[in-house]
């Protein structure tokens, strides 16, 4: 304490001449409209300049959560909306309305994600207790993300697109002709499409979207664009698409997790008729 008191009286003639400074300043501003107009102009625009910019980092560590907050509420839409869009078919009309599979979704944000291996996983911040399952599917909104290998309570792992064990039934949207996109361990921004026959007429520039067979995906959700087409050396029996995947999987944050309801009905199903699903 002493050596701070010995400290200002050491420059006692500096701290007096800022007060004085100071106080010629505020009677040239009460005394003088120009100067006051001036100062107090100045003033506020340095304040309001200093409060928008905290405002701006306020807002930025809000998005997070109010990007979360959206994209609860788009799941809850998606629904709804698959709900409202389901296409009936002629044996449907005729069958009891439960039997039509029903899809659900849930959000969560990827807390681990992996791009440099042959088999890449991502990791969420939800698990059992948010109503995650082994073997729903993940999302976002540009397209196909993966789908969920591991859950634990609070958290889950799900293998990436970008894992060269994953299939994920397909189809080229503008003919409806089915197959299976897999990534080949290559390039993060492509993948093949598996099982074309060499008859079907694809191009450049053709959308691939889930096909819904496998009751993992509803149908409709992109996958990415055809880029490139060429017969499949290996099997003369069919083509070797390139696929220019949708999602950007070095930016994935928040993600959708969708679950068929009748999918345990569906698997037993399988069992009993001896059929493997690849997926």
Do not use: C
């Amino acid at each position: 304490m002493l050596r701070i008191l010995q400290f200002l009286y050491s420059i006692r003639a500096f701290l007096l001449f800022v007060f004085l400074e100071v106080v010629a300043v505020w009677l040239i501003v009460s005394n003088n409209s120009p100067q006051g107009a001036a100062f107090f102009n100045s003033s506020n625009e340095v304040v309001g300049s200093i409060l928008k910019k905290q405002a701006d980092v306020v807002q930025f560590f809000a998005l997070a959560e109010a990007n979360e907050a959206l994209t609860e509420e788009n799941s809850e839409l998606l629904t709804e909306v698959l709900r409202l869009t389901s296409r009936p078919d002629s044996s449907r009309i005729m069958l009891d309305s439960a039997l039509e599979a029903t899809f659900e979704f849930r959000v969560a944000r990827v807390i681990g994600n992996s791009l440099r291996f042959s088999q890449n996983y991502l990791t969420l911040n939800k698990g059992a207790k948010d109503g995650i399952k082994p073997g729903m599917g993940v999302f976002d909104s540009r397209g196909v993300i993966g789908r969920v290998k591991t859950v634990s309570e609070n958290y889950s792992v799900a293998f990436s697109l970008l894992n060269t064990s994953l299939l994920v039934s397909s189809k080229i949207k503008s003919n409806d002709v089915f197959g299976s996109v897999q990534w080949d361990g290559k390039d993060t921004e492509f993948a093949k499409l598996l099982y074309i026959p060499r008859h079907v007429k694809a191009q450049a520039g053709d959308t691939v979207i889930t096909s819904g067979f496998n009751a993992v995906f509803p149908e409709g959700i992109a996958i990415g664009i055809i880029s490139e087409v060429q017969p499949d050396e290996e099997n003369s029996n069919y083509l070797d698409i390139k696929v220019k995947l949708s999602a950007d999987f070095s930016k994935v944050t928040f993600v959708y997790l969708v679950e068929n309801n009748q999918i345990a009905e569906l698997d037993s199903l399988n069992k009993q008729a001896e059929i493997t699903n690849e997926y």
